[in-house]
Structures are given as structure tokens and as C-alpha cells.
């Protein structure tokens, strides 16, 4: 089992890496009523497919205060996906990475605010040193002239990860009162299907014409959401301390891919900062799981 664990979290580093990419390329390349309609479609069907194929007696019933549970993770999910689409094309993929993956910071503070956790030494040294690496990133940010806005991409950025923080927050408490992945897919599920129907009505009543599918939506819209699932699995079968530090890596991988495939140029301060966020990022999840 614990094999299985590993090796859908591998799995899961590929996919979101490769996602990200995606993202950023249709991002620049699509306007955004055709990308949010294709990304929160292509969400719905994903979802949907999954609770059909593990849970289908599910679409028997509909549980409102159920719904109600999930409806914040659901929500910082729908925002979040419209700010990562800005933040990847504004500002270098591989600087916006690294810092919507640090989410771990947010959350240790949440447990220290709201679950009255105890924070050691080591982890607020940590977090110091991601926050300064991406301040640092930001100020170096305001002389780059390979993003157009690339101030502004680090800010979404940011949001993003506070979104992400919160939604793992919120997701973490939903399990704690014995709900399942697949009712969290399945309400996913019915959100996406009918905000993509709203986003083919903007697009229906104004000048912007429906895009077709083609080889470029179906990267950048598909291959996160999958990730996403993957991601529930290897939490399944495997231990969570070995499972999350791999499945982090997703950001690693980015940095390299926008290099070679994005042809980003990261400078050397860019680098530092850009591994000390990831090292200190990969050392919180660790830390958290262990303690």
C-alpha cells in the first residue's frame, strides 16, 4: 500500500508541475471568459467522473448541511482558480511557483490562531525565511522585463497561496467530522457544472466568441484538476509524512519545466530566494507531519 502511496504522489508532482504550465501558457494565450468556462468545465467532468466511477450513490441524494461543510473549500477552489490565472500571466512561472506552494506557513499560524497549536523555534524561523525570501523576490521582481506585470503576479500569487491555505484548513476540519473525498468532489462537482453553465452565458451575450477544444485547453485545464485527485489517492494508500514532502516537489519541477519550456531566465538572487522558499516549505510539511 505504502508503495501505491508513493507512487501516486510522484504521479501527483508531475501532473500539478505540468498543470502549471499549462496554465500559464493558456493563460497568456486565451482570454479569460474562454479559460475560466474550459477550467471549471473541464473541473466538473473530472470530478463528477470520479464520484460515477467510486461512489455513484452519491447523485441519489443531495445533503444540504453537508454541502454547507464544504461550501468554503469550494469557495477559496472557484477564487483560487481565477487568481492563479493571473498571477501565471503576469509574472515568471517559475518565481509565482514557489510561492503559491508555500501554503504550509499559513496553515501552521491558522493552527496556532484558531486550533491553539504550539509553534517550536525552528518553524517560525522558517516562515521568517520564506516571507523575507519573498519580499526580496518581489522588490528584485520590479526590474524584470520577461513578465508583463511581474509585481503583480507575485501579489496573486500570494493571494493564491492564502487560498490554498485556507482551503486545506478547512478541508482538514471537514475530515475530522468523518466526511469523505468524494462528497467533497461531488459538491465540487455540481459548483463547477453550473458555474461553467454561467460563464457560457457571458460568453453567449458578449463579442467574445466560444474558443473550440484543442490540444492547449486540454493541458492547461485537465491536468491540474487530475493531479488534484491523484493527490486524494496517495493520501489514501500512503503515510502522509512520506506522501506530502513528494507531492510538494510539483513546484520544483515547474521551476525547471518554465525554464526549459517557457524559456524563462531566473537570475542567481532570484535562485536563492526561489530554493530557500522551497527547502523551508518542504522542512514546515515535514516538521508539521512529524509533531
Same mark, same amino acid.
Given at each position: 500500500?505504502?508503495?501505491?502511496?508513493?507512487?501516486?504522489?510522484?504521479?501527483?508532482?508531475?501532473?500539478?508541475?505540468?498543470?502549471?504550465?499549462?496554465?500559464?501558457?493558456?493563460?497568456?494565450?486565451?482570454?479569460?471568459?474562454?479559460?475560466?468556462?474550459?477550467?471549471?468545465? %473541464?473541473? +466538473?467532468?473530472?470530478? *463528477?467522473? !470520479? #464520484?460515477?466511477?467510486?461512489? @455513484? /450513490?452519491?447523485?441519489?441524494?443531495?445533503? $444540504?448541511?453537508?454541502?454547507?461543510?464544504?461550501?468554503?473549500?469550494?469557495?477559496?477552489?472557484?477564487?483560487?482558480?481565477?487568481?492563479?490565472?493571473? %498571477?501565471? +500571466?503576469?509574472?515568471? *512561472?517559475? !518565481? #509565482?511557483?514557489?510561492?503559491? @506552494? /508555500?501554503?504550509?506557513?499559513?496553515?501552521? $499560524?491558522?493552527?496556532?490562531?484558531?486550533?491553539?497549536?504550539?509553534?517550536?523555534?525552528?518553524?517560525?524561523?522558517?516562515?521568517?525565511?520564506?516571507?523575507?525570501?519573498?519580499?526580496?523576490?518581489?522588490?528584485?521582481?520590479?526590474?524584470?522585463?520577461?513578465?508583463?506585470?511581474?509585481?503583480?503576479?507575485?501579489?496573486?500569487?500570494?493571494?493564491?497561496?492564502?487560498?490554498?491555505?485556507?482551503?486545506?484548513?478547512?478541508?482538514?476540519?471537514?475530515?475530522?467530522?468523518?466526511?469523505?473525498?468524494?462528497?467533497?468532489?461531488?459538491?465540487?462537482?455540481?459548483?463547477?457544472?453550473?458555474?461553467?453553465?454561467?460563464?457560457?452565458?457571458?460568453?453567449?451575450?458578449?463579442?467574445?466568441?466560444?474558443?473550440?477544444?484543442?490540444?492547449?485547453?486540454?493541458?492547461?485545464?485537465?491536468?491540474?484538476?487530475?493531479?488534484?485527485?491523484?493527490?486524494?489517492?496517495?493520501?489514501?494508500?500512503?503515510?502522509?509524512?512520506?506522501?506530502?514532502?513528494?507531492?510538494?516537489?510539483?513546484?520544483?519541477?515547474?521551476?525547471?519545466?518554465?525554464?526549459?519550456?517557457?524559456?524563462?531566465?531566473?537570475?542567481?538572487?532570484?535562485?536563492?530566494?526561489?530554493?530557500?522558499?522551497?527547502?523551508?516549505?518542504?522542512?514546515?510539511?515535514?516538521?508539521?507531519?512529524?509533531?
Amino acid at each position: 500500500m505504502m508503495f501505491l502511496g508513493i507512487f501516486f504522489a510522484i504521479l501527483v508532482a508531475i501532473f500539478w508541475s505540468i498543470g502549471e504550465i499549462g496554465y500559464s501558457r493558456l493563460a497568456k494565450s486565451l482570454d479569460r471568459a474562454n479559460t475560466y468556462l474550459h477550467q471549471y468545465l %473541464a473541473r +466538473s467532468i473530472i470530478y *463528477l467522473l !470520479v #464520484v460515477l466511477i467510486f461512489r @455513484a /450513490s452519491l447523485f441519489t441524494s443531495f445533503d $444540504f448541511d453537508h454541502f454547507l461543510v464544504f461550501l468554503p473549500i469550494i469557495a477559496c477552489d472557484l477564487v483560487g482558480s481565477y487568481v492563479i490565472n493571473i %498571477a501565471a +500571466s503576469n509574472g515568471k *512561472l517559475s !518565481v #509565482v511557483s514557489p510561492i503559491m @506552494a /508555500s501554503y504550509p506557513i499559513v496553515d501552521i $499560524f491558522l493552527g496556532i490562531i484558531i486550533l491553539k497549536e504550539k509553534i517550536g523555534v525552528l518553524e517560525i524561523v522558517l516562515s521568517l525565511i520564506i516571507t523575507v525570501s519573498i519580499v526580496l523576490l518581489a522588490l528584485k521582481q520590479k526590474k524584470s522585463k520577461t513578465a508583463p506585470k511581474p509585481v503583480k503576479g507575485i501579489i496573486f500569487a500570494v493571494c493564491y497561496m492564502l487560498l490554498v491555505a485556507f482551503s486545506v484548513f478547512f478541508e482538514k476540519s471537514a475530515y475530522i467530522g468523518d466526511f469523505s473525498m468524494f462528497e467533497l468532489y461531488y459538491y465540487k462537482g455540481i459548483v463547477y457544472f453550473f458555474t461553467s453553465i454561467l460563464f457560457m452565458m457571458i460568453v453567449g451575450v458578449t463579442p467574445v466568441k466560444l474558443k473550440k477544444l484543442n490540444k492547449d485547453i486540454l493541458w492547461g485545464c485537465c491536468v491540474t484538476p487530475m493531479g488534484n485527485v491523484l493527490n486524494s489517492f496517495a493520501l489514501t494508500f500512503g503515510n502522509m509524512i512520506i506522501v506530502t514532502p513528494i507531492s510538494s516537489m510539483y513546484s520544483v519541477l515547474t521551476n525547471f519545466l518554465s525554464r526549459k519550456v517557457l524559456k524563462e531566465k531566473v537570475s542567481l538572487k532570484e535562485s536563492i530566494c526561489i530554493s530557500l522558499i522551497l527547502l523551508c516549505t518542504i522542512a514546515l510539511i515535514i516538521l508539521g507531519l512529524i509533531n
